[in-house]
């Protein structure tokens, strides 16, 4: 169950509209079960089994390609239809089907094959405290050994109730099939989604399912590799690497030899990008252990000095509470507010955070993800927040990046005039550039745009409702 409703989010670059409408079908599935279940009857529930068998035995990969049929078309909530039915409503439906059936049979005489009531509530909750503790203890789990041993039990029960062995056997010759293949079809039906969502791609490298997100990184015919996180990509293009540079490069070539602090892993470019700035050391903070090992593992990029860098991880709230020594830089490289646990990085609290542990003159880097110039809500919602935390701010934009950027900090040592410089030196000649004042005058024409605060924090919320509709028109 963990790692099919992991992946209906990614099939749709979901966010947390998506997972309301995942655990709305699976409360709406347990619900049907427990209905149906007086119904059933031994034959009934029986038959149930074989079809949730037979369905069972295609996931995950029956989510990637029933949904990336409708993706060619960019339907996108004709997509979530059935991925959240087959994901969520149908797989759940037959347990709560099944416990309750088996609860009436232990108000029955006790009999050598009908144990008593607590025999079976017991090993029902044992079950689940066991998925809990598989997922919690062993995070790196590889999702084909979940899903093989979820395929074993489910023979167990089938066995249980049939009471055949020939049913025991066939189902664990299956079983054996679905490990033999689980790499192969994963692989393949990754690759198909992606690729009726647009991408030119030519084979899956690695997956992943982590307690944070989905991870998946591909390869295109180039042989250029992509880093995808719950569907969005982080890595792989020109774009991505502008970001690097924004991000990291170009506040460390404004600073004089930083120490810097960097949010987030993915290939470590914007670690590298400070470092080749001048940034005398480096730590990337990164919550996820999973994505710091495929980025060191599977991506591209040269050796990072361990003497100039080290890897922390560590949850960045958590990194800079604790964190007493101060830096001269804090680049965020990391995804749009799109999600909760993003959107945090984006409040008006973190920022004071990043503030306190910022030396004189020091920066913080941010992407706005949107361009301030076109007064994007989600962009004008960022700046403000910065302007309502830091006394000097720079933005940055430039048609390469897809986007803009903001510098801010408080007694800041350099000058638009030095941006400048900095950007037509790296090769960014046409960025726009906007200092404080200029930047003010702009937000005002952001009509109703306010901060963004662990109060008023709807932002995900409202660019992913926005999302989906023009996606689906």
Not at 118 to 123: D, E, H, K, W
């Amino acid at each position: 169950q963990f790692t099919a409703m992991r992946s209906i989010p990614a099939l749709v670059v979901g966010t947390e509209i998506v997972l309301f409408f995942v655990v709305f079908a699976y409360f709406a599935g347990l619900s049907a079960g427990y209905f149906v279940s007086g119904r059933l009857g031994t034959r009934g529930l029986r038959r149930l089994a074989l079809a949730q068998w037979a369905t069972h035995l295609t996931l995950p990969f029956s989510l990637r390609w029933i949904a990336g049929l409708f993706l060619r078309d960019n339907h996108y909530a004709a997509a979530l239809i059935p991925a959240l039915f087959l994901g969520s409503f149908w797989l759940c439906l037959f347990y709560s089907a099944l416990l309750p059936l088996l609860l009436e049979r232990s108000k029955e005489a006790p009999a050598p094959g009908n144990p008593p009531f607590a025999r079976f509530y017991g090993a029902e909750v044992l079950g689940t405290l066991a998925g809990m503790a598989a997922i919690w203890f062993f995070p790196s789990l590889p999702a084909a050994a979940l899903m093989l041993l979820y395929q074993c039990v489910f023979v167990l029960i089938l066995h249980f109730l049939f009471g055949s062995r020939p049913i025991l056997c066939a189902g664990l010759a299956f079983c054996g099939l679905y490990a033999l293949f689980f790499n192969r079809l994963e692989a393949a039906g990754v690759l198909y989604l992606y690729r009726s969502r647009g991408y030119d791609l030519s084979r899956t490298i690695y997956c992943a399912d982590t307690p944070y997100q989905r991870l998946e990184i591909l390869e295109d015919q180039q042989g250029n590799r992509h880093i995808f996180l719950d569907g969005h990509r982080h890595y792989g293009t020109k774009t991505l690497s502008d970001f690097n540079f924004f991000i990291a490069g170009l506040p460390a070539s404004l600073l004089e030899a930083p120490a810097a602090v960097i949010v987030g892993s993915g290939s470590f470019g914007a670690a590298r990008q400070a470092l080749r700035a001048g940034a005398r050391h480096v730590v990337s903070v990164e919550i996820d252990p999973a994505v710091a090992a495929a980025g060191t593992r599977w991506l591209p990029g040269p050796p990072l000095p361990r003497d100039r860098w080290r890897l922390v991880l560590d949850d960045a709230k958590h990194f800079f509470g604790r964190r007493q020594e101060t830096v001269d830089l804090i680049g965020m490289d990391i995804a749009g507010p799109f999600q909760r646990q993003l959107a945090l990085l984006y409040t008006a609290e973190f920022y004071r955070l990043a503030k306190s542990r910022l030396t004189a003159g020091g920066l913080i880097s941010v992407n706005l993800s949107g361009t301030f110039a076109l007064q994007d809500p989600v962009s004008c919602r960022i700046v403000r927040t910065l302007l309502d935390v830091f006394g000097d701010i720079f933005v940055v934009e430039d048609e390469k990046s897809s986007g803009g950027f903001a510098l801010a900090g408080d007694f800041t040592r350099f000058s638009k005039d030095d941006v400048r410089r900095v950007l037509d030196s790296a090769g960014y000649g046409g960025a726009a550039v906007w200092d404080r004042p200029e930047v003010e005058r702009r937000y005002n024409a952001c009509a109703g745009a306010r901060p963004i605060s662990l109060k008023h924090m709807d932002v995900y919320l409202k660019h992913r409702r926005r999302k989906l509709a023009a996606e689906e028109r």
